[in-house]
């Protein structure tokens, strides 16, 4: 089982300025520490290592370039998005489904969802270990996380705790 933590910044553009590349060193350099402390041991992905994750998901022909690690994958001189898919492999939107080139995609979605789970709860959800239920192909697990302003949290906080203590206390 592997983790990947991915994180999407609104760009001004296609591709990021100085200042937005800065803002995301800073993010990546706070959210290491919170990943650790979460008992997680973070890896910094470069270009290589997400096409290799992501080409490994997308691209499932027997001759996928990701299948090859002596041919390097990144091309620096292109963005990343236009080097993930093979050329071979073409994404086809039918009646019952996606493609991603002859292999079905199949797409599950939860029916309701939980108020809260445990680190690792997902994994009762793909089945029991060692029995018949539960899905037994290649699976990818999404989530998305919205995360807030904290200093705006913060100080909507801070101002109920203030208007509290004032009301206590005159």
Known sequence: IQLVIT???PLAGAEPTAMELGRAGELRTAAAPCLQTAGLAPVPLD???????MGSLLNWDAAATWRDLAIPLYDPTRLLCDQVLDYNTDLRVDRQG???GEQRVTLLSVKQVP???LMG???AYLGEAGGQRG???NVLISATVYLGDADKARTRLEHGRHYVTHQAYG
Request: charged fraction near 30%.
């Open 98 to 100: 996606l493609w991603l």
């Open 7 to 9: 994180a999407k910044l």
């Open 47 to 53: 270009p290589e290592g997400w096409l290799r994750i």
């Open 135 to 137: 899905i037994r192909d």
């Open 121 to 123: 709860g997902a994994l």
């Open 115 to 117: 108020e809260r789970i």
